[in-house]
């Protein structure tokens, strides 16, 4: 495993969980659904790489307790 492109794509995977998580903060519109199924799109190409697959979301994970 390469560990600075583990790295990066752990920051990609951060960013794109950033976003996910301030849009979904919007009020309702066709803007936002369309904004989070980009970034949710992205989010599943990026999960395809078993490299990213050790990546936890800290507000994800808070949620689920």
């Excluded at 990609?12 to 950033?18: G, K, L, N, R, S």
């Excluded at 992205?42 to 979301?57: E, G, K, N, P, Y």
């Amino acid at each position: 495993m390469n560990e600075t492109k583990t790295k990066m794509l752990h920051s990609w995977m951060a960013a794109e969980h950033a976003r996910l998580h301030l849009v979904a903060a919007w009020p309702e519109s066709a803007r936002k659904e369309t904004v989070l199924n980009a970034i949710q799109s992205s989010i599943q190409r990026l999960i395809i790489d078993r490299d990213v697959a050790t990546f936890a979301c800290v507000v994800c994970q808070a949620r689920r307790t």
